[in-house]
């Protein structure tokens, strides 16, 4: 069975990612504060919602792709956020860059509402990630990252399991500071 997502934050990494899912055949239920983006989305397929809440609650899991920790914090636990939407036993998937400590506490927020979390952050840059040939650093529960893994690999040409929650965090930092350096 395929799974359905809900996809909030269509800039220009996310609303590659989310164009992914869409051409590899998933239902995709969008969400982001700009029309332009959204109608990009609809225009190959994607459905529209009016909040993070209501698209959560339309697909079950939620993919986010945020510029801040604030804002994936907003999407996650504000007004109409996604923790409103998503049933127990759904999946956020967090591809936004965050620092550990920031991760680890916004799954937490998720688990105190029955919510699984897959950390997801990718490398390479918009430029891969409109080929879909993006890099995705997993981290969470290994069983979840197997769920879940036919959606990243149609986002991402390589996806690889860390460890726990966190994990991923820890090393996208570490390939920043690599790809700075050189």
């Known amino acids: 069975m395929t799974l359905a997502y809900a996809f909030i934050g269509l800039g220009h990494l996310g609303g590659n990612l989310a164009a992914s899912l869409l051409r590899n055949g998933f239902a995709v239920t969008v969400f982001d504060r700009d029309p ?7 225009a190959l397929g994607a459905t529209a919602a009016t909040s993070p809440a ?12 945020l510029p801040s920790p604030k804002v994936s914090e907003a999407v996650l636990a504000g007004s109409d956020g996604l923790l409103d939407g998503l049933p127990a036993g759904g999946t956020w998937i967090e591809m936004s860059t965050n620092g550990r400590d920031e991760i680890v506490r916004l799954a937490a927020l998720a688990s105190a509402k029955g919510i699984e979390t897959l950390e997801c952050p990718v490398t390479g840059g918009v430029h891969l990630a409109a080929a879909g040939k993006i890099t995705a650093l ?9 769920r879940h893994r036919p959606a990243i690999e149609a986002m991402c040409a390589k996806s ?3 460890g726990p929650v966190g994990s991923a965090a820890v090393i996208k930092v570490i390939t920043n500071m690599l790809a700075f350096i050189h």
């Open 36 to 42: 332009a983006a959204l109608e990009r989305l609809i």
């Open 54 to 65: 209501e698209a959560a609650a339309r697909a079950g899991n939620a993919i986010t792709c």
């Open 138 to 146: 997993v981290g969470g529960e290994a069983a979840l990252y197997e």
């Open 160 to 162: 690889f399991l860390m």
